[in-house]
């Protein structure tokens, strides 16, 4: 089993991760991150946002350090340990389902977050002028209410997104719920189906302990 360290900030997306990794009991250490003024640095001081660049260039939550190998990006963070766990079918266990699972986290990567919740949490990075920033953000919870309406659709009459077992995508598709208050949505006022689906997800074990261990609190048990 190679030497794995999570480099992650409570709450952030790197909860997916950190939850996959408590589910399946998979070995690791994890190193808690904290956004400072320069950027994202580790909470007990010893590494300097200038020094964690050096770990990850792009300087951001998650980075998974393999025997000395950088991993960023959560997608590509995931399906290496859907490597490390086979048996566990974390990206499904057939070519169909894996592109599936491949095709949802890519769209929660790179629209949802990026574009949806980069737009309301973060306007800054899509304007310099301040003026402008108030209708980035309004356009940004436009765009997480229409990727919440499809997550909703999706999960009517089912328990997973993908196949009849857990999957990373069903993981990943929790941690966006808990940031549903940022952009305006009452999630079980709104989208019941995804609601009563992240209330599934609260119950599975790593949820849970991730919560625990980032000092959480639960939002639906």
């Not at 003024?37 to 939550?61: F, M, N, Q, W």
């Not at 920033?133 to 009517?156: S, T, Y």
């Amino acid at each position: 089993m190679p030497n794995l360290i999570l480099y992650r900030v409570n709450g952030s997306c790197a909860f997916v991760a950190h939850a996959i990794l408590l589910h399946f009991g998979i070995p690791f250490s994890t190193v808690e991150m904290k956004f400072g003024p320069d950027g994202v640095e580790s909470v007990d001081g010893t590494i300097s946002h200038a020094e964690y660049l050096r770990v990850h260039h792009k300087g951001y939550v998650p980075a998974l350090d393999v025997d000395g190998e950088v991993i960023t990006e959560l997608p590509a963070i995931l399906n290496y340990l859907s490597s490390v766990a086979p048996e566990r079918r974390l990206f499904s266990d057939d070519g169909l389902g894996r592109a599936r699972v491949s095709e949802w986290l890519n769209w929660l990567s790179g629209s949802l977050h990026a574009l949806g919740f980069g737009m309301v949490l973060r306007p800054a990075r899509f304007s310099d002028d301040p003026a402008v920033l108030d209708l980035i953000q309004a356009k940004g919870k436009a765009f997480v209410r229409e990727c919440f309406a499809r997550i909703d659709g999706k999960a009517k009459d089912t328990h997973f997104l993908v196949g009849d077992d857990l999957t990373a995508a069903d993981f990943y598709v929790y941690i966006f719920s808990r940031w549903a208050e940022a952009a305006g949505i009452d999630l079980k006022a709104e989208y019941a189906n995804y609601y009563r689906f992240v209330r599934q997800m609260e119950s599975v074990e790593g949820v849970k302990k991730a919560i625990e261990a980032e000092g959480l609190d639960f939002k639906y048990l």
